[in-house]
């Protein structure tokens, strides 16, 4: 079994920032896309950004200049820096792990607030 574990989420006023993280672990034998999703009340769950085995990242459009997600392979590990958030920012978010030859892994979700 593969778990991946979340940690990071919290609440924070709009323009703050946080860091999300997650720590995959179990029977991994290959690695692929590692991102994240996240998903508000009331919506679906919603891409939000993925990095590859090369680093090459794609972002939504609502995050690109104020998230960087980086990865270490060795580690299993991915984070996520959140910057400049906005109140609809606010959402459960889920890390994601392409590994054992295209099987989706997800972690539990970490809440985060963005409220004043």
């Known amino acids: 079994q593969v778990q991946l574990v979340e940690s990071g989420g919290g609440s924070v006023q709009p323009g703050g920032s946080l860091r999300l993280s997650c720590a995959a672990s179990?029977?991994?034998?290959?690695?692929?896309?590692m991102g994240w999703h996240c998903q508000a009340p009331g919506k679906q769950r919603e891409f939000v950004v993925r990095i590859n085995q090369l680093g090459i990242t794609n972002y939504a459009d609502s995050v690109k200049g104020r998230f960087t997600i980086s990865r270490d392979n060795a580690k299993k590990t991915w984070n996520l820096q959140m910057n400049s958030l906005k109140p609809e920012d606010t959402a459960l978010y889920y890390c994601?792990?392409?590994?054992?030859?295209?099987?989706?892994?997800w972690g539990q979700g970490t809440p985060v607030t963005v409220s004043s």
């Open positions: 179990g029977s991994i034998f290959s690695i692929g896309d």
């Open positions: 994601h792990l392409v590994a054992n030859m295209g099987v989706d892994y």
